[in-house]
């Protein structure tokens, strides 16, 4: 086995490059996913090392430290953050000529050779999925005997290896619990909505639903889900409760599709109730009252849950699948169950207007998950939206995100322009908290716990800030 160190590099400050999906930019409130893409093929490399730079405060020097070591040095990248990282990649060349370095990441996939005409520092590229690739480079086989390798040869040519299948034995893919453990601090991860410190994981992959804006499921995932089987996600909840203990406060399954399979997540949520663990999910707006009584009886505290907008044609025109009537009931039956939601939504996709952003406003006040998300309609090269704004002139001249993080748009629409689309995201965060109906919730549960309120203040410190570093950008901008 070569040395191999996984990299998720430094970036600009609070930066999560964990939330692949559609965010990659700063939040509202500190906010760290784990880095469960590189994890998993570092769980398959015996002696690798995994280090998440931006959750853990790591500059260049520091990663220029830890990779003087290493024979191969695989990073992951994202379309916004694509320059910043292979500068760092620049830096790790330039100490030592020899390390071989490569990109994995939605990005990388999707334009492998435009990538590496562009940055000739690069070595490969990994597409596709990519578990067995980075093991195979690790185990030093040649480039063109890798599957779902694009690279460069040693006459400065770029060739590009057969498409690697899908994984689909997921029960013999190893644990990111060991890898977590011997290389991230579990403390430094934070989300808003979870109790902390927490764990996510995912227990598969792919996604059947066919939504224009979603990443990973379009580029490297696939649609078809592949998952590990009920008894051994319980094993490894089990090797985690081993591990951490009381410690951890909640696990998150960061599956898109968690809860697709009823009888599969029931029986899984089974062994978590054994385990007397706390754990969250993603979850579609449209599970029954029974199946949520079993899962919060079963120890499920909240659910993650993707409304993106209020306004139905919206809805229909990205093909999310649910309609606004079901995603209302689904609401009251968790009110009525005790489940709290954490509800996303997007301004800015297509056929969105002034009066469709309202509608959203509306909705979510009226729905009143917990907390929300409110995040722009990020267009990311090979999905589909990307392929439409394009087709139909959508795009503006401007970045995903500014050189602070925060995220901006890159599309606008007639009677719609890309600064109301930013203004959209303050003015629809305002009118949702700003409100008795979140605000005494939220009182109560700092009130309630000592702990939390510190945290709370916190965050709200930090959320104020973020609307007004947005305002005075916005305002810059035009």
Not at 225 to 252: C, D, H, T
Not at 277 to 305: F, P, Q
Request: glycine share 6%.
């Amino acid at each position: 086995m070569k040395k191999t160190l996984f990299l998720s590099p430094p970036s600009f400050d609070g930066f999560d490059g964990g939330a692949g999906s559609r965010y990659q930019a700063k939040r509202e409130i500190t906010s760290f996913w784990y880095p469960t893409w590189l994890a998993q093929p570092a769980a398959l490399v015996p002696g690798s090392k995994l280090v998440d730079a931006a959750a853990h405060y790591q500059t260049v020097e520091d990663v220029l430290s830890i990779a003087k070591d290493y024979e191969l040095v695989i990073m992951y990248t994202s379309t916004p953050t694509l320059p910043n990282d292979v500068k760092c990649a620049e830096a790790i060349k330039k100490q030592n000529p020899t390390t071989e370095i490569g990109l994995l990441g939605a990005h990388a996939a999707v334009l492998p050779t435009q990538t590496l005409e562009e940055n000739p520092v690069l070595d490969f590229v990994c597409r596709t999925e990519f578990d067995y690739t980075c093991k195979e480079l690790a185990e030093g086989k040649p480039y063109d005997t890798i599957k779902g390798l694009s690279y460069r040869d040693k006459f400065n040519n770029i060739k590009h290896t057969d498409e690697r299948p899908l994984v689909q034995d997921w029960d013999s893919m190893p644990s990111v619990f060991p890898v977590y453990q011997k290389d991230l601090d579990f403390r430094k991860y934070f989300i808003g909505y979870l109790l902390h410190p927490y764990v996510s994981l995912y227990t598969g992959r792919g996604c059947p639903a066919k939504c224009t804006f979603c990443l990973w499921p379009q580029t490297i995932g696939g649609h078809d889900y592949r998952a590990k089987s009920p008894n051994v996600v319980g094993q490894e909840m089990a090797l985690a409760k081993s591990i951490w203990g009381n410690s951890v406060q909640e696990y998150f399954f960061d599956d898109d599709t968690f809860t697709i399979d009823k009888k599969r997540v029931i029986a899984i949520s089974e062994h978590l109730k054994k385990l007397n663990l706390t754990w969250s999910c993603n979850a579609r707006a449209n599970l029954d009252y029974e199946t949520l009584k079993t899962l919060r009886n079963n120890g499920l505290r909240l659910l993650l849950v993707g409304f993106e907008s209020g306004n139905q044609k919206v809805l229909d025109g990205v093909k999310k699948g649910i309609k606004l009537e079901v995603a209302r009931k689904f609401m009251a039956n968790c009110t009525k169950l005790g489940i709290k939601v954490h509800g996303a939504f997007i301004i800015g996709l297509p056929n969105e207007t002034k009066e469709t952003i309202e509608e959203t406003i509306r909705f979510a006040c009226e729905v009143s998950p917990h907390t929300i998300q409110v995040s722009i309609a990020s267009p990311y090269p090979g999905t589909e939206l990307y392929q439409q704004a394009q087709d139909n002139g959508w795009f503006s001249n401007g970045d995903l995100v500014a050189t602070s993080g925060i995220q901006m748009s890159t599309l606008h629409y007639p009677g719609l322009s890309s600064s109301d689309i930013e203004d959209a995201v303050e003015k629809m965060y305002r009118r949702f908290y700003f409100r008795r109906r979140t605000i005494i919730p939220i009182v109560q549960e700092m009130l309630g716990n000592p702990q939390m309120l510190v945290r709370r203040l916190r965050e709200g410190r930090e959320f104020m800030s973020y609307l007004k570093e947005r305002h005075t950008r916005s305002l810059a901008n035009r």
